[in-house]
């Protein structure tokens, strides 16, 4: 468990600094393995974090999803854009008694190498992760300092 709040607490400090790439620049690997595994996909824009490429897309109907991918081609996450009131009943109280004007963005549901989702709400400065029943796990400040 350890391993996975790392892994999921390093890879949002990366996103911070994404930069967006055309499609050229992702490797032949990254782009078949997207293709076979999302065919359905409507319009999809990528990123470069670190080692990893993110392909940020719409699916069908279904609202944003990011698929976060490694140099080799493997599927390391996947996270589901979704409203604010699919959030697990105890993450929505976290926010609410912690947060009471939280300037909610974005709420996700992550897929990753465990089965069990997890869920991210991003807020104006901060992103703030949950476990699967809503129990916080961390947060990450997203708004650099001024020099």
Known sequence: MKLFLL????????QVDAQPI???EVP???INTFVAAYP???FVEWKKM??????TCTRGCRACTHITLNSSGEVVQTADKIPSRQLPPAASA????????????NCHKIYDDCVT??????????YLLFDVQGKYIDEVITVKPAL
């Open 22 to 24: 055309p499609w050229t």
């Open 117 to 126: 989702p997890s869920f991210k709400v991003e807020m104006t400065d901060r």
């Open 28 to 30: 032949a690997k990254v």
């Open 7 to 14: 892994t999921v607490t390093a890879f949002f400090y990366s």
């Open 94 to 105: 976290y926010i609410k008694n912690n947060y009471p004007d939280p300037g909610l963005l």
């Open 40 to 42: 359905e996909v409507n």
């Open 50 to 55: 670190a080692d990893f490429y993110e392909a």
